[in-house]
Nanobody
Framework: QVQLVESGGGLVQAGGSLRLSCVAS????????MGWYRQVPGSQRELVATITGGSNTNYLDSVKGRFTISRDIAKNTVYLQMNSLKPEDTAVYYC??????????????WGQGTQVTVSS
């Protein structure tokens, strides 16, 4: 199995910054891509940013220019630097990893989520 542990959420004023981290551990062959999603109550989970092993990135339009995703492959860690935060960024943020497992092929794994609250 693969475990994803997030950290770095919290309460911040509008215009402030937060940095989320997510570490993957367990028994697997490789991590193909990692990313961050977010969800607010009553809404579907949406993709915020993803990064591949080749460092190709993809962002939600509303966070482009404000958020930066990065990855430390050696540490199986993905980061999300969030600047110029807005109240509408308030959500539970989930880490995702697309992993090549030893016996079950490629699978998606999720962290437990970390709350980000941006006050106006």
């Amino acid at each position: 199995q693969v475990q994803l542990v997030e950290s770095g959420g919290g309460l911040v004023q509008a215009g402030g910054s937060l940095r989320l981290s997510c570490v993957a551990s367990g028994r697997f062959l490789s991590i193909n891509s990692m990313g961050w999603y977010r969800q607010v109550p009553g809404s579907q989970r949406e993709l915020v940013a993803t990064i591949t092993g080749g460092s190709n990135t993809n962002y939600l339009d509303s966070v482009k220019g404000r958020f930066t995703i990065s990855r430390d492959i050696a540490k199986n860690t993905v980061y999300l630097q969030m600047n110029s935060l807005k109240p509408e960024d308030t959500a539970v943020y989930y880490c995702n990893a697309h992993v090549l497992t030893r016996f079950s092929g490629s699978r998606d794994f999720w962290g437990q989520g970390t709350q980000v609250t941006v006050s106006s």
